[in-house]
């Protein structure tokens, strides 16, 4: 799997926007971007996934440069409960299944 | 409640014992999957089924651990002989196989090895 690259940590603060970088410059064609999060002692959660256009969903943004080596998670206003590790994956659809995790970026809210 | 669930939650064992986790997926999902995640690092992939058959494994599961996912439903993962190396978090994650695919991960069993 192609390798991410993310800062290790960032802060915020309640209730404003966050953007979370990512970059891809190794990116193939096939390869979807993936984000999930893991909030402190629980599992991983899907956030959103991306190809080649900006995508929402009610969780986050998606924004992804036009040459596709880099992206960035948007969340629109940052509450406590988004306090999490964020992980930027790519993946490739159908075979190969598995998720190629990194280091994230711990994201701190401050109220 | 549907999700992945995972028990135990927390296990301590002292060396050289074995252990057994189970997992059991959102039941309509065809994919399972195990992960190890020990502090300060993401989830290591480990293995994978698709229905009953085990399709991939991770270098870093060595022959004393071992995985079985009978009838294609819950999931055991058993580590024999267990070392003090093998204390981390292990995660369970569920998913069709369908297009492209999410994974839903169930709480993690925390493994300690005294």
């Known amino acids: 799997d192609a390798k991410t690259t993310q800062p290790n940590s960032m802060e915020s603060n309640e209730e404003e926007p966050v953007h979370l970088p990512c970059n891809h410059s190794?990116?193939?064609?096939?390869?979807?971007i993936h984000w999930y999060r893991q909030l402190p002692s629980q599992g991983p959660e899907y956030v959103i996934h991306?190809?080649?256009s900006n995508v929402n969903n009610r969780m986050a943004s998606l924004a992804i440069a036009e040459d596709r080596k880099s992206s960035t998670l948007i969340l629109h206003r940052a509450t406590l409960r988004d306090a999490a590790v964020y992980y930027c994956?790519?993946?490739?659809?159908?075979?190969?299944?598995?998720?190629?995790f990194g280091k994230g970026i711990t994201l701190s809210v401050r109220p | 409640d549907t999700g992945v669930s995972q028990n135990p939650r927390h296990k301590i064992t002292k060396r050289g014992q074995n252990v057994t986790f189970r997992c059991d997926p959102i039941?309509?999902?065809?994919?399972l999957y195990w992960y190890r995640q020990t502090l300060g690092q993401g989830p290591e992939f480990l293995t994978y089924f698709q229905n009953e058959a085990q399709l991939e494994k991770s270098r870093l599961l060595s022959d004393r651990f071992s995985a079985e996912r009978p009838k294609g439903s819950f999931s055991t993962l058993e580590i024999q002989r267990t070392e003090q190396g093998d204390s981390a978090m292990y995660l369970c994650?569920?998913?069709?196989?369908?297009?492209?695919?999410?994974?839903?991960f169930g709480p993690g069993t925390r493994l300690l090895v005294l």
């Open positions: 190794t990116i193939s064609g096939t390869d979807y």
């Open positions: 039941s309509e999902h065809n994919r």
């Open positions: 991306g190809l080649t």
């Open positions: 994956i790519l993946r490739v659809a159908g075979a190969n299944s598995k998720l190629t």
């Open positions: 994650a569920s998913s069709l196989a369908l297009g492209v695919e999410t994974q839903y």
